[in-house]
């Protein structure tokens, strides 16, 4: 894949030390690739955005309304705004997949006018090595996905490539949708008649993220409401030419 055609857009919000390391642990690698990257942060402190400004590629941007989805929303658009015909969302926490997998993923995806969407998805033995009610909840959200774009797929690990034109339509979402808002744009891109594809890796759970606690457990049920009501909500959006 050509690089000059993609941007980059991510979200940051380091709350404690650890979250901060894990964060300049992982940009740093994201650096790399010498990409434009518009990140949205949610208030980190001064020290962590001193860190981002001093990357060249990195575009900072600071969120008006704290919120996962304010903050993903305002990159997109950043991004949109540099006209890159791609564009890869991430969250900024990957730091195994920027190591391992994102570069060569860049290097194999070849996109054209048809591609709406390239999800970076994981194998079924990386799949299976994330916490139990993770998998369950995930599992629920990637068969209803399955259901209205056709595809049996994995769309819940999180990076993937989206053709710039499906971004306008992120303004019809909700401020409250969060996670929502992934799979609605999954199948917005469906509907719009675009090709929804994943680029599969053996993907595995990092080791800090494999607690299964009473909140990290009602988390997930919270996920899995956003993402529900992301896709109901892209089921009735009217589109262009309707």
């Known amino acids: 894949?050509?690089?000059?055609?993609?941007?980059?857009?991510?979200?940051?919000?380091?709350?404690?030390?650890?979250?901060?390391?894990?964060?300049?642990?992982?940009?740093?690698?994201?650096?790399?690739?010498?990409?434009?990257?518009?990140?949205?942060?949610?208030?980190?402190?001064?020290?962590?955005?001193?860190?981002?400004?001093?990357?060249?590629?990195?575009?900072?941007?600071?969120?008006?309304?704290?919120?996962?989805?304010?903050?993903?929303?305002?990159?997109?658009?950043?991004?949109?705004?540099?006209?890159?015909?791609?564009?890869?969302?991430?969250?900024?926490?990957?730091?195994?997949?920027?190591?391992?997998?994102?570069?060569?993923?860049?290097?194999?995806?070849?996109?054209?006018?048809?591609?709406?969407?390239?999800?970076?998805?994981?194998?079924?033995?990386?799949?299976?090595?994330?916490?139990?009610?993770?998998?369950m909840t995930e599992t629920a959200i990637n068969n209803c996905c399955a259901e209205l774009v056709g595809k049996n797929l994995d769309y819940t690990y999180g990076p993937f490539l989206l053709n710039r034109k499906l971004v306008p339509y992120l303004k019809q979402v909700k401020d409250d949708i969060g996670w929502g808002w992934r799979p609605y744009i999954f199948c917005i891109a469906r509907r719009l008649g675009y090709q929804v594809e994943a680029y599969v890796y053996n993907l595995l759970c990092p080791a800090d993220q494999q607690e299964d606690s009473p909140a990290e457990r009602i988390y997930r049920m919270k996920q899995l409401k956003q993402n529900i009501e992301g896709m109901i909500l892209s089921t009735t959006v009217r589109l262009d030419g309707e």
């Open 1 to 135: 894949m050509n690089k000059d055609i993609i941007s980059i857009a991510t979200i940051t919000f380091a709350r404690d030390e650890k979250e901060e390391q894990l964060m300049r642990d992982a940009l740093e690698q994201l650096s790399k690739l010498n990409i434009p990257v518009f990140i949205t942060d949610g208030g980190s402190l001064p020290g962590f955005l001193e860190f981002l400004r001093g990357f060249p590629h990195f575009i900072l941007s600071q969120a008006k309304v704290q919120g996962l989805w304010e903050q993903a929303k305002n990159s997109l658009l950043e991004a949109y705004q540099s006209n890159s015909t791609f564009i890869f969302y991430t969250e900024p926490d990957k730091l195994d997949f920027f190591q391992n997998s994102l570069a060569e993923m860049l290097a194999k995806v070849e996109p054209d006018d048809k591609t709406g969407i390239v999800m970076a998805s994981r194998s079924d033995s990386g799949f299976a090595t994330f916490p139990a009610f993770q998998r």
